[in-house]
């Protein structure tokens, strides 16, 4: 099979297509051929060494496929059947061992790139504004890279709880998108001096309840400044860098705020978890409460031009790899 592998950090270029042995669906596991593989910043991170991992390594976390072998022990599978799945290292592939218990069936209905674009970034804006700040009607709620593939998705689940959102977004392209999406007001911060001031503007002084930062170092001071007083800054990620060592006594400075680094992976730890929330995302898919914007197609070889893209914020909504 062809896999897009790294043998050492670095930038873009250390991603080389390599032909390596088919893997082989042992016990516990499905193996699947690959129909499209997601991109995410994790990806990146795991690429430059932010998040130090053994090499050589296959990339990737996410995808989507027919399963092609069924290994011993598993149950609730079969050849043929459409799966999806966000935790399963190596999936920069065209075929995937997935372990069943982190699998999910991809319902009649959803495409395949729907259901990839769905799932690990719908399964996070899930969780991040169902359960990590659980965002109710008439909440102020602050969405950076709101144009992205997990902004997009974050703005319409709080949008749909009845919460106003303010996006901050790079281009009137991106403001476009994000309005589409529920934002009631969007803040182009390529045009302000003042980011904090900006959002605190719109909320008439008082602050957001909670600010979804996905951006990290560039925008995380004013994520903190725009927090009402007990407000909730969520860091979910850091596509600007990371964010430098707090103390502790600057939450008390801004209000008595909170601050939380959740990840995916604490919200979906057991297969019923994982089931449940995928069941919820595809569910809203289905409905039409929830569209899943495919933003960017690329072929598996040039994973290195999807990562150049999604760096330099050339993206928009959910990138894929299709093999």
Known sequence: MRAIQISETGGPEVLTTAELPDPTAGPGTLLVQVAAAGV??????????????????VLG??????????????D????????????CPGSYAEVVAVPAERAVPVPDGVSDEVAVGALLQGMTAHALVFDTYPVAAGDDVLVHAAAGGLGLLLTQFAAARGARVIGTVSS????ELARGAGAADVVRYT????????????TGGAGVAVAYDSVGASTFDASL????????LVLCGASSGPVPPLDPQRLNQAGSVYLTRPKLFDYIATPDELRARAAAVYSAVADGS???RI??????AEAASAHTDLQARRTTGKVLLIP
């Not at 045009?191 to 719109?202: I, W």
């Open 40 to 57: 995410n910043y994790i990806d990146t991170y795991h690429r430059e060494g932010i998040y130090p991992l053994p090499l050589p390594r």
């Open 61 to 74: 976390l996410e995808g989507v496929g027919r399963v092609r072998e069924v290994g011993e022990g598993v």
């Open 76 to 87: 609730g599978f079969a050849v043929g059947d459409r799966v999806a799945w966000a935790e």
């Open 172 to 175: 009137a392209e991106k403001e």
């Open 191 to 202: 045009e302000v001096d003042d980011l904090a001031g900006a959002v605190r503007a719109l």
């Open 225 to 232: 400044a725009a927090l009402r007083k007990r407000g909730m």
């Open 290 to 292: 929830l569209d899943v």
């Open 295 to 300: 933003g960017h197609r690329y072929p598996l």
